[in-house]
């Protein structure tokens, strides 16, 4: 049915279900934030699991289409494009934020330790691109690792919220995760998780219709999968993020902010392990390329900045932002310009 649609009308269609993606992301970054005051999970525990996993739908349907349809770079790139992508959302949610450096003031160990998973997961796709090519039943042993210790990451970040072995030191510009009414801590909140999974349903169906109108621009127009992936797909599907990334930090929410990102993230990667069983022809990671394994290695490399920055907790860089912001801002440009202009 889309391929039957003229170029004007698809890029209608795609523009439609982006719009429909980031209004439902809006409302969805009010929602989480009220369930992590009322339940008292914590700004970062809801933004790393609950929030960070429902803007990823999106995406995830994206590349899990891409992989069912027989393309892996498709559905790779735009797993880890997005991964790239979202961690410069963080970096431009610095140059909105008034205060100082955004990550010193959301200081938080889940934040740490949802990154430290992050370049763990990140790490496991590139030993199996790097390794034997074995797979059971189509599926690599690693995206089996992966799905495991993504359950055991969220269980340990739990136990983090509940009893953390260590505080970030308090500074005037350090903003703390605490409800803005007390009073509403233990009220229900039936009705907006009922709402917030109405919302994610939403932006799950209209990341199928972006991943089949990003298919047909790659087989209309002769496209690398790559690059419709890593900087077409990847960037619309990530709107979310950017959406509920500025409205937190606006709400004052910064371990919500930092946490959805990082989250997020994440989640993404398992973007990979649902790809891999979606892919029949055998493991998706030895169906990839090394344009895909480009922005693995962009994705790392950015998150290992900003787990400096989190560590570090400057409290003004350059231009106002931190400089591991600016450091971020960088190296995407520079991965943009290597995938345009070097490798196009």
Known sequence: ???????????????????????????????????????????????????????????????????????????????????????????????FYRGPNLEHAAAEPANLFQTVLLIGF????????????????????????????????????????????????????????????????????????????????????????????????IARFGLSSSLVGALGTAVVTSLPELVTTLTAVRRGALQLAVGGIIGGNTFDTLFLVFSDVAYREGSIYHAAGPDDLFWIATGLLMTVILLSGLILRQREGPARIGGESVLIILVYATAVGVEVWLKG
Do not use: C
């Not at 890029?11 to 009010?30: E, F, H, N, P």
């Not at 790779?76 to 140059?95: R, W, Y």
């Open 122 to 217: 990140l790490s496991l796709p590139v030993a199996a691109m790097a390794g034997p090519d074995v797979a059971a039943w189509g599926v690599h042993p690693a995206s089996v690792i992966m799905a495991v210790a993504y359950v055991v990451g969220v269980k340990l970040t739990m136990s983090m919220r509940e009893q953390p072995m260590w505080r970030p030191v308090k500074t005037s510009a350090t903003r703390e995760d605490a409800p803005e009414d007390e009073s509403e801590a233990g009220k229900p909140v039936r009705r907006h998780v009922m709402l917030f999974a109405i919302l994610v349903a939403l932006m799950g169906l209209s990341g199928w219709v972006i991943s089949q109108s990003g298919g047909v621009f």
């Open 1 to 95: 049915m889309m391929a039957e649609l003229s170029t004007l009308w698809l890029v209608l269609v795609s523009l439609g279900a982006a719009a429909v993606v980031v209004l439902a992301a809006i409302k969805a970054t009010v929602l989480a934030d009220i369930i992590a005051d009322r339940t008292r999970m914590g700004e970062a525990v809801a933004g790393a699991i609950v929030l960070g996993a429902a803007t990823s739908l999106a995406g995830i349907v994206v590349s899990v289409s891409a992989a069912w349809q027989g393309d892996p770079s498709y559905a790779v790139s735009n797993a880890v494009g997005g991964i790239a992508v979202q961690t410069l959302f963080l970096a431009l949610a610095d140059l």
